[in-house]
């Protein structure tokens, strides 16, 4: 935590803000260990679905940001907290993958599988509720944060939620949506030239 408050402060010296992107909850901290064991909820979709996967990035969120905060970071240069680097339900794990049944998800509501617009809405409501919930967390200790989630376009090598409608207007500050050339999949630095 003591090298991002010095990069932050490095970075506010020249004048720049910074977006703190995060890309999962990290493997160490007991986040993991809130969420539930459910066939019927797999990853990635265990994160976006489940009341579990919610509490594990709230409360990475609010350890970082509190941490940060102990440590005196310089909040003025922060731009944004990206509580997740491009969002993308799993088409092909539960619950997904399930065409038949009823499910229930982290928002309290109970959605038919079987149905395609009740899959939909599933997604689109619990999309909503988890940048909502995480975005609560980040505000309890930073009142004045922008906070913002980041999608794959869709159709590209990188995006498995082909089909997703994404209406997240009520719940974040920003929308950004990532963009890539049409290739096979590549390394991130071949999306750079040197000029």
């Known amino acids: 935590m003591a090298n991002l408050v010095d990069f932050l402060k490095r970075a506010g010296s020249h004048g720049l803000f910074v977006v703190v992107t995060g890309d999962s909850v990290p493997e160490t901290g007991g986040y993991n260990n809130l969420l539930p064991t459910d066939p019927n909820f797999v990853y990635p979709n265990i994160y976006y679905l489940t009341q579990g996967g919610v509490n594990a990035y709230s409360k990475f969120w609010t350890d970082l940001v509190t941490g940060l905060a102990g440590l005196n970071a310089p909040f003025d240069t922060v731009l944004g907290w990206e509580v997740q680097n491009e969002i993308a339900f799993g088409t092909n794990v ?28 599933m997604m689109d409501d619990n999309l909503v509720y988890f940048i909502d919930q995480v975005r609560n967390a980040i505000v309890k200790v930073d009142p004045t944060a922008l906070v913002t989630a ?25 929308l950004n949506r990532r963009l890539y050339r049409p290739t ?5 630095w071949d999306h750079f030239s040197a000029d």
């Open 94 to 121: 539960p619950p997904r993958s399930l065409n038949t049944g009823m499910i229930t998800t982290g928002n309290g509501k109970t959605y038919d599988l079987s149905n395609s617009a009740s899959r939909q809405a």
């Open 150 to 174: 980041s999608f794959p376009t869709p159709g590209n090598q990188y995006s498995t939620a082909l089909g997703l409608t994404i209406r997240t207007y009520p719940a974040i500050c920003v």
């Open 184 to 188: 096979s999949i590549s390394r991130p």
